[in-house]
């Protein structure tokens, strides 16, 4: 199976700036997109920004200008680099990851979630 770590978060006043880091490990083939996604409370759970293999991207409206999806493939990790945040940016993130384990076919896997607080 297929691991995912996040770091990174904390609280932030607004335009300040955070980076987050999420970690894949396990018996890995290959990862195609990765991603982060972001819930509040009450809320669903909404995409942020996606990168794929080959490094596209793609941001959330409300995002861009702001944050960057970035990934190093070689240590299977994707980083978000988050400038100008706001109040609306407070959220749980997720780590998300379309992964091929050894012998096995391509799945969805998420990390556990890392809380950004952006206040005074």
């Known amino acids: 199976q297929v691991q995912l770590v996040e770091s990174g978060g904390g609280l932030v006043q607004p335009g300040g700036s955070l980076r987050l880091s999420c970690a894949a490990s396990g018996s890995i083939f290959s990862i195609n997109n990765m991603g982060w996604y972001r819930q509040a409370p009450g809320n669903q759970r909404d995409v942020v920004a996606v990168i794929t293999s080959g490094g596209s991207t793609n941001y959330a409206d409300s995002v861009k200008g702001r944050f960057t999806i970035s990934r190093d493939n070689a240590k299977n990790t994707v980083y978000l680099q988050m400038n100008s945040l706001k109040p609306e940016d407070t959220a749980v993130y997720y780590c998300?990851?379309?992964?091929?384990?050894?012998?096995?076919?391509?799945?969805?896997?998420w990390g556990q979630g890392t809380q950004v607080t952006v206040s005074s």
């Open positions: 998300n990851a379309d992964a091929k384990i050894r012998h096995g076919l391509i799945s969805d896997y």
